[in-house]
């Protein structure tokens, strides 16, 4: 922590200061550890030391549950914005990269693309619906 040299009685010390636990000193003079025992009272510190305990998850919660697949593919919408315009309908086949829909998302036209083949299975929405991040809207079997 400190270092200081002080001359008592014409003797010269070196004395580090390496740790203060409460009102016990950990000092080393001349290269010799000591302990030392503080008269004064020690401020205590205003900032509260948080101890946390580990929390373990009870029984049967904190797992990921997976949900059985039912071969069918949602198509999410990535963003909030609005339908601007539908280019497939139910019963399309449509492969991986294909635009299925545009949207309309702060004031800019994105496109929706089909991310695996398939065919359209069920349509959620129509033009001029406003959806809001991750609404399904086209599932694909």
């Not at 198509?75 to 309309?104: N, Q, R």
């Not at 693309?113 to 929405?125: F, L, S």
């Amino acid at each position: 922590m400190k270092k200081f040299d002080f001359s008592i009685n014409g003797n010269k010390y070196h004395v580090h200061i390496k740790d203060i636990d409460d009102n016990i000193a950990s000092v080393e003079v001349n290269g010799t550890p000591y302990s030392v025992e503080l008269e004064q009272e020690v401020k205590k510190v205003k900032t509260p030391r948080l101890v946390r305990q580990e929390v373990k998850p009870k029984p049967g919660e904190g797992h990921i549950v997976k949900k059985p697949s039912t071969g069918d593919h949602q198509v999410l919408a990535p963003l909030p914005g609005s339908i601007f315009k539908m280019l497939t309908k139910v019963g399309d086949e449509v492969k991986k990269g294909d635009t299925l829909l545009i949207m309309e998302a702060m004031k800019m036209e994105n496109n929706v693309m089909a991310d695996k083949d398939g065919t359209v299975k069920e349509v959620k929405v129509k033009e001029g619906d406003s959806v809001l991040q991750s609404d399904v809207l086209i599932v694909l079997e």
